[in-house]
């Protein structure tokens, strides 16, 4: 019996050779719980921060205040190079601006796209003659220049 006793107090001193490993194991499990909620913290900041650039992204995008803008400009320039246009042509040449364009996978630019008709018919610019596009380039640099003199109030000579 003694000799059992001896035997079981032994093993009870013994160290258990995983321990080290069974602590090292909890560490790192602590670790990266911390870690864990420090990046739960920053990625809500994170999602807070892309809300807050989405509104600017969006007010200042191609359908925001830019977008506004260049369309309200868009119309007072087809109005006024169509005034121009119509004197210089008796009626039978338009161009028209528009503040969107279509790229030909159909995806939505938002460049300035240009249409030029003749006779009430879509057509390129280069079928006028020389002097006659030299007729569409002044009346789209007039219109540009009232505009200009109108949002500045200076006059343009």
């Known amino acids: 019996m003694e000799e059992i006793s001896g035997q079981v107090k032994?093993?009870?001193?013994?160290?258990?050779?995983?321990?080290?490993?069974?602590?090292?194991?909890?560490e790192k499990i602590l670790g990266l719980e911390e870690r864990k909620k420090t990046n739960s913290l920053r990625i809500t900041k994170l999602e807070e921060d892309l809300v807050y650039l989405n509104f600017w992204k969006n007010g200042f995008g191609p359908t925001g205040i830019r977008s506004f803008i260049s369309d309200e400009v868009i119309v007072?320039?087809?109005?006024?190079?169509?005034?121009?246009?119509?004197?210089?042509?008796?009626?039978?040449v338009s161009v028209i601006f528009e503040s969107e364009s279509v790229t030909q996978k159909g995806a939505v630019s938002n460049k300035i796209a240009t249409k030029f008709y003749l006779n009430g018919?879509?057509?390129p610019l280069g079928l006028l003659s020389g002097g006659e596009r030299q007729r569409v380039?002044?009346?789209?640099?007039?219109?540009?220049?009232?505009?200009?003199?109108?949002?500045?109030?200076?006059?343009?000579?």
Do not use: H, M, W
Request: aromatic share 6%; charged share 35%.
């Open 137 to 157: 380039v002044l009346a789209v640099d007039l219109a540009l220049s009232d505009i200009a003199e109108r949002r500045s109030g200076t006059k343009i000579g």
């Open 76 to 92: 007072e320039l087809n109005d006024i190079v169509q005034n121009y246009l119509t004197e210089l042509f008796d009626g039978a």
């Open 10 to 26: 032994e093993i009870r001193e013994k160290k258990n050779p995983y321990q080290d490993v069974i602590e090292g194991v909890r």
């Open 121 to 123: 018919k879509e057509s």
